[in-house]
């Protein structure tokens, strides 16, 4: 039964969304994320096990912690669904493979560094170090050619580098990240990507303009909109590179 896997998938993702949770919360202040159990941060009580059921128990509690009715930020059930649409999906793409496991590590590790990254605007090195070794196994699976993957490093990440050089305007961390995320996707994926980041951040930044909303510079961090294309670009990359150039050829 397909939709069995696909509600698996969904569960099991939502649980690791979860944790994620408490990775995006704890990094950046610096606390551990495997010592010490979950605690509400407002009155610090421990939360108990039964009230750490994905998505389903900040309904059940009413979005407040059982102790001291601080209300929960709605962040967090929204994190376990999103992981366990995006475990699903690429479920949906690559199906029984190793592409797969790849796909739901890499999709996971956008994920925490978009939201680490709307917070501080900051991209740690820990996650860019995971998504290399993440590159190198998918270079193994993905059928490309090496150069193929050896051009995607450099195809967006250069240009990002000579822009940063000029206007001081790129951040280090988005430059490491189109070009490893170049490296896994190979260089058709990585203009998809690329051009789907674009096109969101651009649309995003409009959208501020229009709602006068122009300060909140969390939203103009470039990072998510990278994240976003590429995690796109691999699941669907080539097929929308070869479906764009027929546009026109
Ligand atoms: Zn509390």
Aim: glycine share 10%.
């Amino acid at each position: 039964m397909q939709i069995t896997f696909y509600i698996i998938f969904f569960i099991f993702g939502s649980i690791l969304g979860s944790f994620y949770n408490v990775v995006i919360y704890r990094l950046p202040r610096k606390e551990s994320i495997v010592v010490g159990s979950s605690h509400c941060p407002g009155c610090n009580t421990p939360i108990k096990p039964y009230d750490l059921i994905p998505i389903l128990s900040y309904f059940i509690l009413g979005g407040k912690c059982r102790s001291c009715k601080k209300p929960y930020s709605f962040r967090y059930p929204l994190i376990e669904f999103i992981t366990g649409c995006l475990f699903a999906l690429t479920y949906h793409v690559y199906g029984y493979t190793w592409l797969t496991l790849i796909g739901i590590v890499l999709a996971s590790i956008l994920l925490i560094i978009t939201m680490i990254d709307i917070d501080t605007m900051e991209i740690y090195d820990t996650f860019q170090i995971i998504l290399f070794f993440l590159a190198i196994a998918f270079i193994t699976q993905s059928g490309l050619p090496l150069g193929d993957h050896l051009i995607g490093f450099f195809i967006i990440s250069v240009p990002f580098y000579i822009i940063a050089l000029i206007t001081n305007g790129m951040g280090g961390g988005d430059i490491k990240l189109i070009a490893i995320g170049g490296l896994l996707l190979g260089w058709k994926a990585t203009l998809v990507a690329f051009f789907i980041a674009s096109i969101a951040g651009g649309m995003i930044a409009i959208l501020l303009v229009l709602l006068k909303q122009q300060g909140r510079k969390s939203l103009i961090a470039f990072g998510p909109y990278l994240c976003l294309g590429i995690y796109i670009a691999f699941l669907y990359g080539n097929s929308l590179f070869d479906w764009y150039i027929r546009l026109f050829f």
